[in-house]
DNA sequence: ATTATTTTGCTGTACTTGCAATAAAAATAT
DNA sequence: ATATTTTTATTGCAAGTACAGCAAAATAAT
């Protein structure tokens, strides 16, 4: 009785579920992993670009890069924080709000082909265990992000 | 009870594991998403580049190219298939067979570390929900890759 | 057998991704 | 208070990703 892979299967649905999305949202004038960012920055009016990227678990360049686009496009707008001049608080737009809806119910369509086979309590289960494996899998991501070596 | 988030749980997590494999398969010389596609032709010797693609659940293509990149550093070798012109098979040279196990050691290192806290059941039980979950998001992804529509 | 369709490989173009490096503001240390 | 370190934003490259579209071989249909 052996560990069993899981690396590879969270890998091929990831990927899956991403180009989904990308190909539904170019209806949207949406490209390639910008629903990411719209979505939680509408979910989380105010935050930085850097808590964006740590949430993601994208790199702050890229994130940096695909929020640029988004203000270019006047779905969202930065201002820069009153407290602390240095941070830039993204919000969206009335034009990018008006777009979460839509990603909201791909994203929940999408959540339930996913678990289509599953019992709402596998479900929970699932979700359960996923928390546990991100959890380890975000530490050493931190990790290595910073410059660390992983011992094996 | 309503069906909990999986979607983003994935998402993150394929990140994470994608990147910190990226950075570490950087002292393989390897480029990003390198490793995905030579682990699989070292194990699946004769494969061809729409059948990987289709794996991977990545664009054709995208496989293409990379798969191109892999032979022009001599990582492997394509050869006309004999019965069938058209197809061109991968083979893994010795070269690239040579960094096979330093490949899986890291892959095996990643899924310990994402397994950590799951007991030897609770982890044979992820697998085996998420292999449902591969099925039905599979689906999907090549409906929507064909250009089908999907109801929402 | 001939035509139509599917499969596979490939290229042009446009975009995203991410490492390295810089700057500036803020937080911490002395 | 001043110096050091951390945090956040940003840009210059260099590379991957993927849609659209083409060509050739193979398969299916008539």
Avoid at 106 to 112: D, L, P, V
Avoid at 124 to 143: C, F, G, I, N, Y
Wanted: with cysteine; glycine share 4%; hydrophobic share 40%.
């Amino acid at each position: 009785m052996t560990q069993p892979d899981v690396l590879r299967q969270i890998g091929t649905i990831a990927r899956a579920l991403d180009a989904i999305s990308n190909v539904e949202f170019q209806a949207l004038a949406l490209t390639k992993g910008q629903y990411l960012y719209l979505v939680r920055i509408c979910e989380q009016p105010g935050i930085i670009t850097e808590h964006l990227a740590q949430q993601l678990r994208v790199d702050r360049t890229t994130a940096n890069r695909a929020v640029q686009k988004l203000v270019t496009q006047g779905l969202i707008e930065k201002h820069a924080a009153k407290i602390n001049r240095k941070n830039k608080e993204l919000f969206p737009t009335a034009t990018g709000l008006a777009r979460y809806p839509q990603l909201k119910r791909e994203n929940t369509y999408s959540n339930q082909v996913a678990l289509a086979d599953l019992s709402i309590d596998e479900a929970h289960q699932l979700a359960a265990l996923l928390a546990k494996v991100s959890e380890r899998v975000t530490a050493d991501w931190t990790t290595v992000k910073q410059g660390g070596h992983r011992p094996y």
